[in-house]
């Protein structure tokens, strides 16, 4: 039963471990690639010298078609406060994933593969399956698991962020008993910042993405700075505000989820 469980991930790493030897890919995407096949590795290592069935253990469940729409607003709101957050730590340290999906150049499925998917699972596996599963106090098991996902990022800059991505995703997991959400809630997430590096601000989309705002602070491309490096103390406070609103229709949501009556299928 275990061997079976396991036979996907199993798949996954060797079809991986074989795009490694045979793609050329920049040397960013090769190192990514390198670490995803790493973690694939451990999981596969840890689970079964530890007996787990992944899909039980992880909670992993089937996601009925007509509910993945409630996705899309919660990635949303994962992204604004997300990135009020990033625009915040930006005053202190520098940002080093845009220079690195940039170092991507024109490999865009490649890129969507293994920054947007690989990491969505492996990732999730980790942090809000095993991780946060093995917790008995549930509040403890998110909170730890946003930590250690925060300190995986490694660069403090991204770490802030991660930290409450780590959050929201953990109680996204706990709220909907379900793994897969969080899984494609993340794989969303990054796929809007891999995304946006190619989207023009002159551009139909680009002009579309700036007109959403609150007071003067840009809800998708949030600015805390000047060009001159003071800080805008008006983007500041309605950046805290769009944050703080984002995530309570954030919980709001989960809130709803979590008494929905297909949650007694335990399916979303």
């Not at 499925?109 to 946060?132: Q, W």
């Not at 002009?207 to 809800?219: F, N, S």
């Amino acid at each position: 039963m275990i061997q079976r469980h396991n036979e996907g991930i199993k798949a996954l790493f060797i079809a991986l471990l074989i795009m490694t030897a045979t793609l050329t890919l920049p040397h960013v995407l090769k190192v990514q690639l390198l670490v995803e096949l790493i973690l694939l590795a451990g999981i596969l290592v840890f689970t079964r010298i530890k007996r787990i069935e992944i899909v039980p253990y992880c909670h992993i469940k089937r996601v009925r078609l007509k509910g993945l729409p409630i996705l899309l607003p919660l990635t949303v709101l994962l992204i604004i406060a997300a990135g009020y957050v990033n625009a915040c730590s930006e005053i202190f340290f520098s940002n080093r994933i845009t220079s690195t999906l940039n170092m991507a150049g024109g490999h865009l499925p490649a890129s969507v593969v293994i920054f947007c998917v690989l990491p969505a699972i492996t990732e999730e596996l980790i942090f809000r399956g095993l991780i946060l599963r093995r917790i008995k106090n549930v509040k403890t098991g998110i909170v730890v698991s946003a930590l250690l996902f925060a300190l995986w990022h490694l660069n403090p800059n991204q770490m802030s962020y991660a930290l409450l991505a780590g959050i929201l995703l953990g109680l996204l997991a706990v709220y909907t008993d379900n793994l897969i959400c969080s899984m494609l809630t993340h794989f969303l997430f990054n796929l809007y910042n891999l995304l946006m590096m190619r989207v023009s601000s002159e551009s139909m989309i680009g002009r579309v993405i700036a007109a959403a705002r609150i007071g003067p602070y840009h809800l998708f491309t949030p600015e805390i700075q000047a060009a001159d490096g003071s800080l805008l103390t008006g983007n500041l406070l309605w950046g805290l505000l769009a944050a703080v609103m984002s995530i309570s229709l954030y919980m709001l949501i989960l809130v709803i989820i979590k008494h929905h009556p297909d949650r007694e299928h335990q399916e979303l």
